[in-house]
């Protein structure tokens, strides 16, 4: 199942980015100096854009996660699962819409 | 859609033991991490902008015990979460019993050592201790 696939996915990629993600907040401990100028990378338009990819993992992996929940807990969700599919996808492209836009915004 | 019992995630695991509670903990795990990681997102990147956070921002951030908290939770329950869908995909995918003993080994370690390291960053920071002029946060 292709949701499953990419929850899987994108909860692996969200994990490889924390993990860089606590190595650099680590550098913090050395002062302003090396942290600063390290945040260049993060500046860096690439890097920019891979943060939104990762905010786009982020959002998903919570949408279906949610859906994953409701259909182990809620007995009756079985007779609308394909209604729960539409709008966790909704959730995930308006949330991740309007995240990206002021992110992308926020680029120039 | 004939069936009552149609699956996404993984059925619960049968028996009083690890993978029970593990299929617990992601769900609880999941639902925390929600708030936390998605307050987080909106903090960073739409009520502030990524060019604007510096030291200073995160020596702001960290003088509130609360905001410490906050991130070191959102630390240990995503390194958790994480490391146990780690597990579970080397479990999926990889057969080779040498194989699999490295790769557990490498998740279990990773998990502790970034478990450490987190914590030392949050918990040890002290902006007081650089000789910053403008660090708004050194008491």
Do not use: C
């Not at chain 1, 929850?7 to 401990?29: N, Q, T």
């Not at chain 1, 500046?43 to 949610?66: D, K, S, T």
């Not at chain 2, 902008?49 to 905001?67: C, E, L, M, T």
């Not at chain 2, 194989?99 to 902006?127: D, E, K, Q, Y």
């Amino acid at each position: 199942m292709l949701s499953w696939a990419l929850h899987r996915i994108s909860g692996l990629g969200v994990l490889a980015f924390l993990l860089l993600h606590i190595v650099d907040i680590f550098l913090v401990g050395y002062g302003p100096g090396p942290f600063n100028d390290l945040l260049f990378l993060y500046r860096n338009p690439i890097f920019r854009i891979g943060e939104i990819v990762l905010v786009g993992a982020v959002y998903y992996h919570a949408a279906n996660g949610v859906r994953i929940i409701l259909i182990d807990f809620w007995p009756a969700a079985y007779k609308i699962e394909r209604q729960l599919y539409y709008i966790a996808m909704a959730v995930f492209l308006i949330g991740f819409a309007a995240t990206a836009a002021v992110m992308i915004a926020d680029m120039f | 859609m004939t069936t009552p019992h149609t699956r996404v995630g993984r059925p619960r695991p049968t028996g009083n033991n690890f993978e029970l509670y593990s299929w617990y903990f992601f769900r609880i795990s999941g639902l925390l991490l929600i708030l936390l990681a998605v307050t987080h997102v909106v903090i960073m990147h739409v009520v502030n902008n990524v060019s604007q956070i510096d030291f200073n921002f995160v020596a702001h951030r960290w003088g509130s015990p609360f905001w410490r908290s906050f991130d070191w939770l959102l630390l240990i329950l995503a390194l958790l979460h994480g490391f146990n869908g780690a597990r579970l995909s080397v479990d999926d995918y990889i057969r080779n019993r040498g194989w699999r003993i490295f790769a557990h080994s490498v998740i279990w370690s990773a998990l502790i050592i970034f478990i450490v390291l987190g914590t030392i960053a949050i918990v040890t920071f002290n902006p007081a201790s650089f000789s910053n002029a403008t660090a708004s946060a050194g008491r």
